[in-house]
């Protein structure tokens, strides 16, 4: 595995143009509300430029909500060696094109990854990770090569009587699937296939957890 450092947001999406990373999976599996797989294949094809989400509020309140949730979450497990991911992309040697950028490690042996959702998205975590996320956080597990994973997320919710939303600190764990992730390395190379060749059609399957 190839450690890839970055000094800025320009060299961090510098690294990604033209790679697979854990956002890319959910998109490429068609559970991404906010990117289509085709958008995507257009990307990396170069036919279009990324769009620049950067200004907006919840791209904002995520990152500046990231390393306080990590410091909170080394606070509330004192036993555990919490360290954050750094400015390091990692790469895997055996295909150049896969990247993972966790926020963050537990100990030797589980990825950490920060999530915020706002109002807006309470019903789809109030039950389970969105897949979006899953199949993120299932990548990471499987370029890294670590078993599990703790999805710290801050959730806002607004309850009958109060106005202001309600903020919820929820970790969701995760065990690595050997079976998932053949499916999902099964879909992700056929889109690989897709961007090599130039060429789109389309494709759909779905995974159940």
Request: aromatic share 12%; with cysteine; proline share 4%.
């Amino acid at each position: 595995m190839r450690e890839l450092s970055f000094d800025s947001e320009k060299d961090w999406l510098e690294i990604r143009k033209g790679r697979i990373g854990g956002s890319s999976i959910g998109t490429i599996l068609g559970y991404n509300k906010y990117q289509t797989a085709y958008e995507l294949w257009k990307e990396l094809i170069g036919r279009e430029s990324p769009k620049d989400i950067s200004d907006k509020p919840c791209i904002i309140r995520g990152k500046t909500a990231e390393k306080p949730l990590i410091e909170l979450y080394r606070v509330l497990n004192p036993s555990k060696n919490v360290v954050e991911g750094n400015q390091v992309v990692y790469q895997l040697e055996s295909n150049e094109m896969f990247i993972a950028n966790p926020d963050g490690f537990i100990d030797d042996d589980t990825i950490l990854e920060i999530k915020t959702a706002s109002i807006r998205d309470w019903e789809e975590w109030k039950d389970q990770i969105p897949m979006s996320y899953y199949c993120q956080v299932m990548w990471y597990m499987w370029i890294m090569k670590r078993p599990k994973a703790v999805l710290f997320a801050m959730i806002e919710k607004i309850s009958f009587d109060d106005s202001e939303p309600n903020r919820y600190l929820k970790p969701y764990y995760i065990n690595f699937n050997q079976e998932e992730m053949d499916y999902i390395l099964e879909e992700v190379n056929k889109f690989v296939e897709k961007v090599k060749k130039r060429e789109w059609n389309e494709f759909k399957k779905t995974l159940s957890i």
